[in-house]
């Protein structure tokens, strides 16, 4: 079986772990990539990027410069750029394992001509001597996620015949799912190698399941371009939100109640706002460490994350009340702002 040639594209806004990472695509061994290009997402002049930890693949590196205009619109860059048959996007934050070449090249070799894409298998190293934090658990989810393009390869071909990804989605949130969607809509099969790479947990502030929650509004975007069952389409978790719209309409009738004097009213709104809040931090506490940092952290978040999430689920809802299905051309070597390349 001959070998299919493939580059790999890596999109990152220059953080430490991409020495790591390029240091671990340059060590898989095996057929190498007739390309790496890196994509610096970064806003405007920053420190050098770590390209030497690439090893021996420092001379078929280069970098493109995309602005500060998200994960979606710099993969784009990156695959718009490539000659191969075969586009691998990695994150700047996995660590390929030895023999990654090797296994890719039987998925990509073993993959049928209906076959558009074959994603890899992410393992999450959790902490052996405690149970999981809460953001330990959410990254280990990623182990289940379909067509993560955290290892996910493409055919370049069917990039170029579904315009590649959507660049509304400006966070490294549901542009892979919305892909992928298209993908399987345009008529291709997207299936699971054997391949495996290694994500690690990347260090996170307490309020990191706060920031999270603008990702609904990213939810209520595929909504729109998708309708109301993507989420089964897509392999993905449904989430709380319909909970969380429960808890909020208590608070919030709770207060209305108060200020027009029906006290036993908004004693009971604030009863269920108080069950359900208490349900959900609960739901965050009890499968994780205990420790009062971790029960102090899930606590006050599991007040704040409620109400942000319907907050930015209904701005998504506003905002992108007008979507329609995304526009494109069908040039894979026409990007779609100015891109400055080094190498």
Sequence with gaps: ????????????????????????????????????????????????????????????????????????????????????????????????????????????????????????????????????????????????????????????????????????FRRAFREDADLALRILEAGWALHHGQRATRHPVRPAGPWVSVRAQRGNADDALMTRLHGPDWWDRARAPRGRLPRHALVTAAALAATALTLVGRRRSAVAAAALWAAGTAEFALARILPGPRTPRETAVMTATSVLIPPLAVRHWLTGLIRHRGAGPLRHHGERTTASAPLRSTS
Excluded: K
């Excluded at 594209?9 to 890196?38: F, K, S």
């Excluded at 021996?56 to 619109?73: D, K």
């Excluded at 959410?138 to 055919?155: F, I, K, N, V």
């Design 1 to 168: 079986m001959s070998t299919p040639a493939y580059s790999v594209v890596v999109p990152t806004i220059g953080r430490a772990c991409l020495a790591d990472c390029l240091r671990a695509l340059g060590a898989a061994g095996g057929p190498l990539p007739e390309a790496v290009v890196v994509v610096d997402d970064r806003p405007g002049p920053a420190a050098p990027l770590p390209l030497d930890a690439a090893g021996p693949l420092r001379e078929r590196l280069r970098v493109l410069r995309t602005g500060g205009r998200g994960p979606a619109a710099a993969r784009n860059a990156g695959w718009r750029t490539v000659g191969t048959p075969w586009t691998v996007f990695l994150d700047d934050d996995v660590q390929v394992l030895f023999g990654w070449s090797h296994r890719l090249a039987d998925d990509l070799g073993g993959a049928a001509p209906s076959v558009g894409g074959v994603q890899g298998r992410l393992t999450v190293p959790l902490p052996a001597d405690r149970r999981p934090t809460d953001w330990e658990r959410s990254t280990a989810g990623l182990e289940q996620a379909a067509w993560a393009t955290a290892d996910m390869a493409y055919r370049t071909a069917v990039l170029a015949e579904v315009g590649g990804f959507d660049e509304r």
